[in-house]
């Protein structure tokens, strides 16, 4: 029977011819210029969470993990999306399927708090892209995204997370729990002005299996 040897180096020479046409490293040592931006304003990392499959680029998981592990994770572009948006939008569609120890990479080098021009939070790309871009969130992942972002940070069309949790919930599959709901509702603004713009019970009534429990958490922290 023979031996199946699971590659632990990152090929660097590959993942260098991989990213030179679109850099132009100044030198082959790939580990300099990390932090090279090309032309669109891209660093290596974020470059490859967004055209690896596009590009052809063909990176693989050990490659992904060293631009993981050496990269800057608080860089953000000129649209203001850091590596940790541009992995969720793209991990199904640009065939990265990182990780669990990937994500953690990422979630705990991040600002979770960091916004788009959008307002958008990566929380709130977790509840909207979880099924759609394969993200398989866990409720330890979702647990420590909740426990360290800032819940009342609204998009500039006035959407909290909770109301992301209440609109893509139940389409996205997202693993939460009751101790998760109740945080997220706890510590989101409820007054009447907030109610009157997001419109909340609107979208818990259009919710199907949620649709009790939320109800009663609505009631319960309405203000």
């Known amino acids: 029977m023979n031996n199946i040897k699971i590659r632990s180096i990152p090929n660097l020479e590959k993942l260098y011819n991989s990213l030179n046409p679109y850099f132009n490293f100044p030198t082959k040592n790939l580990s300099k210029h990390l932090n090279l931006l090309n032309h669109q304003g891209f660093n290596p990392l974020c470059f490859s969470l967004l055209y690896n499959k596009r590009a052809e680029l063909n990176i693989q ?3 992904f993990n060293y631009l993981i592990e050496h990269s800057d994770l608080k860089f953000a572009d000129q649209e203001s999306w850091t590596p940790l948006i541009f992995a969720l939008t793209y991990n199904g569609s640009e065939e990265l399927f990182l990780d669990n120890k990937q994500w953690d990479k990422l979630f705990k ?3 979770l708090n960091h916004t788009t021009q959008e307002g958008m939070t ?4 977790c509840f909207m892209l979880n099924l759609e871009q394969s993200l398989g969130l866990s409720q330890e992942h979702l647990k420590f ?3 360290n972002t800032d ?3 609204n998009t500039h069309e006035n959407w909290n997370t ?3 949790a209440i609109r893509y919930t139940e389409d996205q599959n997202i693993p939460m729990t009751l101790e998760l709901w109740e945080k997220l509702f706890e510590q ?3 007054d009447e002005t907030t109610i009157h713009q997001q419109n909340i019970p609107y979208f818990i009534g259009k919710t199907k299996k949620n649709k009790k429990l939320l ?3 609505y009631e319960k922290f309405h203000k």
């Open 109 to 111: 080098k991040s600002d």
């Open 151 to 153: 819940l009342t940070k």
């Open 145 to 147: 995204l909740i426990d």
């Open 188 to 190: 989101s603004n409820l």
């Open 162 to 164: 909770l109301m992301f």
């Open 61 to 63: 998981k050990i490659e």
């Open 122 to 125: 990566p929380l709130m790309f």
């Open 215 to 217: 109800t009663q958490l």
